[in-house]
Every structure is written in C-alpha cells, then in structure tokens.
C-alpha cells in the first residue's frame, strides 16, 4: 500500500511504508534529477529504470503528458521547460537536445549541416528542423530516417571542432553544407549571422567554397558569401537585403547613423538608399498604441522626415509577399525623389528671385 508523504517543489511524492522514495507524480526523483542534469536536460529508458521507475511506470508518465518522448530510447520532462519560452526558442532547444540524443547511439560521426550550424549558435530560418544531420567520413549511400540523416562525405581534421563535448563541422562548413542543401537566401542568413558574431572571415567561408566547389549547391552557396555583411543585425535584415536585390533596388548602406544640421545624433537606421532614403526592418512586436517605446519611434520618425529623408517600413508578412514588397519599395523612392527635385526646383526659384 502507498501513503502520500508530502508535498515537495516538484508535486507530490510518494513513499512507500518503509519509507523507500519510488516515484514522484511531477518531475523526476533525485537520482533521475542528477542523470537528466549530467545529460543536459534529457534521459533514456535505462536511465529511468537506474533511477528506480519501471517499464509501465514510464509508459503511464509517457501516456499522460508527464514526460515526452523525443526519439527512440530518449525523454524529457515537459514540466521544467522555461515558462517564458516562445515557441521558436523552445523548437529550437528541443533540436538541439535530439543533436545530443541522436549522437549517443551513433559511432564515427561528425555533427553537420543545420545541427552544426545549430550548435554553433547561428539562425536556422528556412532550414527543416524534423531531422537531425550527421556526417560519416566512409563511403556508401546516405541514411535517412523519420528523425535523422548521416551524410556519407569525407571530413578533413581542420573542419572539425568540438562544441560542448561533440564533434562538428566548422562553421564554415555547416553554413556551406546548409546553403548547398537549402537555398541562397539561407546561405545569406547564415554567413551575415556568423561574420556579424564574429565566428568566421569571408576570406575564410571563401575558402570552404572553393574547397568544395565540386558540391552541387555550391555555386549559391559562393554568391551567398560574396553578397554576405556581418552589418545585418538580424534575419529579417539579411532577407530584406536580398529581396532588395533581387528586386534591383539600389544596393543600401547598412546601420547608418542620421544626424540634424546641429550634428546631434537623430538615429541610426537600417538601410539608407542613394543617401536620402531609409528603410527600416520592424522585427519586433509591436507595444500598444500610446506606450513610450511607440511614442519614441514616433518622434525619431518625424526628425528623420524633417531632416529631408524618406522612410519607408517593413515586417515579417511583407517578406512573404516579395513582389508587392518591392514595388512599395521603388515607389516609395520615386516619390521621395521627386520630392527631392521639387524642393530644389523652389529653392532655385526663390535664389533668384
């Protein structure tokens, strides 16, 4: 017969009469605590039966939502994720957690492509996050599964490093790896990313293409590097960048700073085109109509407008709609343009008259 105990941080906990600790009904007990901290948030099924569950006590605690499963053989305890996690964060550390679990079952492999690029703290927009990548240095087929994919390539020593206890590819091999097998616009994404944190040179990603230039995908993946600055601060910059190109919007400055004619420091922008007109990248939610932080921008924008220059704005939904993106865009500097030629046309007028 089992007693309830009492009540701990974790939920509740119950003992036996001889006062032996078998399970707690939230979280996990002290030993399988220990074992998911050493693994750095994740256990197997061993693991728990170590710790003193058994088969259909994991089952049930699967079953009810106590714990997930992530892959074969592997959990983790829903109840410790962040409470304030957003939903990228979260998919983002659980893809890291399936690199370490898939890399325990596995031998003579190098972590890769995406998951490299992953472990080495660089953005993974556009990329399918429902596998992990490996890559074996031996020859034959590649493997895929429903939740893994091993590459069959050869590795050079001086593309491998080690990031928390595993093996992966350079950065610069994870960006060329991931641009050959996604898209340009990714290659883009992550070389900004990487020169921006400072983890890698151009000369440097140069180098891997050529190394590699027999790759298919490698020929985006060296237009990706050469369009490439370290001055874009964020995806969304990276993609507005290549939508303005691929759009034949004239090339802009980056990260500009705007001053009045007294030489105090207005702002500094995003994009600056022909040295008149800004376009800013909204990344960020919104405040509420009112709120300081939108009253600010409010006034930063009219002593931008003030100063002479134009200023057009893009977010997230407007990337999905590229072609009406551009036209706004191009729009949006023939008006300022002709604005430009207007004042200078009245200004002529009124030096000589």
């Not at 800004?278 to 002593?303: C, H, N, Q, S």
């Not at 002709?338 to 200004?347: D, F, G, Q, V």
């Amino acid at each position: 017969m089992w007693i309830v105990c009492r009540r701990l941080s974790t939920g509740w906990r119950w003992v036996a009469k001889n006062g032996r600790e078998r399970c707690t009904f939230s979280g996990v007990n002290r030993r399988l605590e220990v074992i998911v901290a050493r693994r750095g948030g994740w256990f197997t099924r061993r693991d728990a039966s170590a710790a003193g569950y058994s088969a259909s006590e994991v089952q049930r605690r699967v079953r009810s939502g106590q714990w997930r499963r992530m892959s074969y053989n592997a959990y983790v305890e829903p109840s410790s994720d962040p409470t304030d996690e957003t939903p990228w964060d979260r998919a983002l550390r659980l893809y890291r957690l399936s690199i370490r679990m898939a890399f325990e079952r596995l031998a003579d492999v190098v972590v890769s492509h995406q998951s490299a690029a992953a472990l080495h703290g660089l953005p993974l927009w556009g990329t399918d996050l429902s596998k992990v990548h490996f890559t074996r240095s031996v020859t034959g087929r590649d493997r895929t599964g429903r939740t893994l994919r091993i590459h069959r390539s050869p590795v050079e020593d001086d593309e491998v490093v080690v990031v928390d206890g595993l093996p992966v590819t350079s950065v610069e091999r994870a960006i060329l790896e991931t641009t050959c097998t996604t898209s340009y616009e990714v290659g883009v994404v992550l070389s900004d990313a990487a020169l921006r944190l400072g983890s890698t040179t151009r000369e440097q990603l140069a180098a891997c293409v050529e190394r590699h230039r027999h790759w298919p995908g490698s020929p985006a993946a060296r237009a990706a590097v050469q369009f490439a600055d370290g001055l874009s601060e964020s995806v969304g910059e990276s993609r507005l960048r290549v939508l303005m190109a691929n759009h034949e919007l004239p090339p802009p400055e980056l990260q500009v700073e705007i001053r009045d004619d007294d030489g105090d420091l207005i702002g500094r922008v995003d994009f600056l085109l022909r040295r008149h007109s800004i376009v800013e990248f909204d990344g960020a939610i919104k405040y509420g109509e009112g709120t300081p932080a939108v009253l600010a921008e409010k006034r930063r924008e009219d002593r931008l407008r003030a100063a002479g220059y134009g200023l057009a704005r893009v977010d997230w939904t407007d990337l999905d709609h590229p072609q009406q993106t551009a036209r706004h865009l191009h729009k949006n500097l023939r008006q300022h343009e002709l604005t430009i030629a207007h004042r200078s046309s009245n200004a002529l007028h009124l030096r000589q008259t």
